[in-house]
């Protein structure tokens, strides 16, 4: 198992990249010789004190040389640089992931500074929480969650990475990189943005009813704002570089927004009744799919 | 302390009114005389089972004729008719509160049927859960959650209402039903038709995408299933009764998102970044004023 693989290398040390050191070390022990690297002082600093490591490197180049399997877990707008920047000092042979958002984007970013002696293997695992850095990281992050690989299901490598990320606890699916998108467009973009804008227009009311907007947040618009204090810089970078998908589900969500502001408008109830009652059903699905706790039980 | 409250009446037997029986039970032991009734008799079967009430009546007039304090724990679209059929019965001097998700409608639809001897004391306990009927109700529902009194600090019922709904753990709260009516369709009207929206935008999609979706809910969609799974009729009553408030924060919304919308297409990077930096406040606003977990442990 993983017979190559000796030495890891994890680039970007915010919540994902401390996640995947804590989940290495406390499912593979010693099994590997890992570095770390994180372009800001202060995460390298953390991961150094939270002994999560073998190595914190200062330079980038140090952490890959040797590696066998990189980590590339920066935001989605920098991995095209990162990639560039490592791509003189990596071993032949070596197998690159990446832990971004969006798919599309980072393989046309990112392919062009891999030589074929190197293997790019896209993935994103969906799992996160609304903080960030290297402090926020936990080894079970991706315990139960799905980790999406962009990948052939007989290619050696992807074996090797699905082996290392599966004994991490995640459940690795395989799919191509456009339906990525649009799939993650709808379940995490779609509804982040949506949770960004409800929480932008409370926050332009006027002060009094703004107070007690906060006060009586338990009502709904808290889960809104949860989502809404995911990093800035990750979601930046997402809307970016999944433009396309969003736009289109977000034309999709307007007009059905628009249908029942009309109906609202006309009181129409025999046709809000029906619209709620079908959501509902979806919920239901959800909970049968296993997928309403965070640390759902579902056999592969 | 509620020295003429001796009979209670709760009238409508789902979630909110058999947690009300749950909670006066436990709170209050055999201190109140306390009947139900539900028009639907599976509900008045359920309570009854649940012994809850000391009397589950078939007839609203048995249940209400006595009552020094009644509970109206029935859909704002239906609560002006359940008034006018109990207004004959009620004791002179007797105490009406609601439930209510809206209160300027609910004021309009009641106060018509009360004559000046009946102190109708509109109120709303800002608690819920996805769940539905009187097999859904629990005892703790309300503690520690805001319940909020349309009323003056100085009326003598507004305080026995008070201390009652104190007891049983919440904290209560005065405030005017047009401000009530704005903040409710912030808070709690508009995140939930937003997610109604998005959930209805979902199950629209291509059969395939849809079992993605479902499977892959967990990176934020699965908040907004939660939402719109609450109970439909509820739902279509509050849109209809809260118009005004409902679109007027809707049409802020969508300015708000249009204006989104457009930093996307222009893939504006920098702006894209201060708004999503603006909202991570609110979060931190909503954490330190205590409620960032459903049962906060602020002190009022």
Redesign the interface.
């Given at each position: 198992m993983n017979e190559n693989i000796k030495n890891i290398a994890v680039i970007g040390l915010g919540l994902i990249g401390s996640s995947i050191l804590h989940a290495l070390k406390l499912n593979f022990k010693n099994k590997f010789y890992i570095t770390a690297y994180d372009i800001n002082s202060k995460n390298r600093k953390v991961v150094r004190e939270l002994k999560i490591a073998d190595k914190v490197c200062e330079k980038i180049a140090v952490s890959v040389q040797n590696a066998d399997l990189i980590f590339l877990s920066v935001p989605v707008?920098v991995v095209g640089e990162v990639a560039k920047n490592i791509s003189p000092f990596l071993k032949k042979g070596a197998i690159v992931t990446d832990t971004g958002s969006t798919k599309l984007s980072v393989i046309r970013d990112v392919r062009p500074f891999f030589s074929k002696n190197i293997c790019f293997i896209p993935s994103h695992p969906?799992a996160?929480t609304?903080h960030s850095g290297p402090e926020s990281g936990f080894a079970s992050l991706f315990k139960n969650?799905?980790w999406i690989i962009i990948g052939e299901k007989n290619d050696q490598n992807v074996k090797k990475l699905d082996r290392i990320l599966s004994k991490i606890g995640a459940y690795v699916e395989l799919m191509d990189a456009d339906?990525h998108d649009?799939?993650?467009a709808?379940?995490?973009?779609?509804?982040?943005?949506?949770?960004?804008?409800?929480?932008?227009?409370?926050?332009?009311?006027e002060m009094d009813?703004k107070n007690?907007?906060?006060?009586?947040?338990?009502?709904?618009?808290?889960?809104?704002?949860?989502?809404?204090?995911?990093d800035?810089?990750m979601?930046?970078?997402v809307?970016?570089n999944n433009?396309d998908s969003?736009?289109e589900?977000?034309q999709?969500?307007?007009e059905?927004?628009t249908e029942?502001?009309k109906?609202?408008?006309k009181?129409d109830?025999s046709k809000?009744?029906d619209?709620?009652?079908?959501?509902?059903?979806?919920?239901?699905?959800?909970i049968e799919?296993g997928?309403?706790e965070?640390e759902?039980k579902k056999k592969k």
């Open positions: 707008g969906l996160g609304e969650r799905y339906y649009r799939i993650l709808i379940t995490s973009h779609l509804p982040h943005l949506i949770a960004f804008t409800i929480v932008g227009t409370a926050s332009d009311l009813i007690d907007v906060i006060r009586f947040s338990a009502t709904g618009f808290r889960d809104f704002t949860r989502l809404a204090s995911s800035p810089t979601w930046r970078d809307f970016i433009t969003v736009l589900m977000l999709r969500f307007n059905d927004l029942l502001q109906l609202i408008r009181k109830s809000l009744y619209f709620f009652s079908r959501t509902k059903r979806i919920r239901s699905q959800i799919a997928q309403h965070p759902y």
